[in-house]
């Protein structure tokens, strides 16, 4: 099951949505470089027998599912949870 939430840059105070962990059909992938999201569709069967094949990111970096979250306005990855913010679940 994957979560979203909000969160606060730290370093600029720009609001970001984050998304993780992988949900039934999708799951977030990230790019390694500016953190911006590429979702992989593997469809009801789940992702056992399959491979993504994210595009490039537009800034030239590769997307992964390990790529930490990041600001998109100054690229920190100190992020920290906003406690008023919402968190939804989805699976
Ligand atoms: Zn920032
Ligand atoms: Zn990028």
Request: with cysteine; proline share 13%; glycine share 14%.
């Amino acid at each position: 099951m994957g979560r979203g939430y909000q969160a606060v840059c730290n370093e600029c105070g720009t609001q970001v949505e984050v998304n993780d962990g992988p949900g039934m059909i999708a799951m977030p992938f990230r790019c390694e470089d500016c953190g911006k999201e590429w979702w992989w569709h593997f469809g009801p069967g789940g992702p056992m027998d399959k491979e993504p094949e994210p595009p490039p990111c537009e800034c030239g970096g590769r997307f992964t599912s390990e790529a930490p979250p990041r600001c998109p306005k100054c690229r920190s990855t100190d992020l920290e949870r906003d406690p008023g913010g919402y968190e939804v679940m989805y699976d």
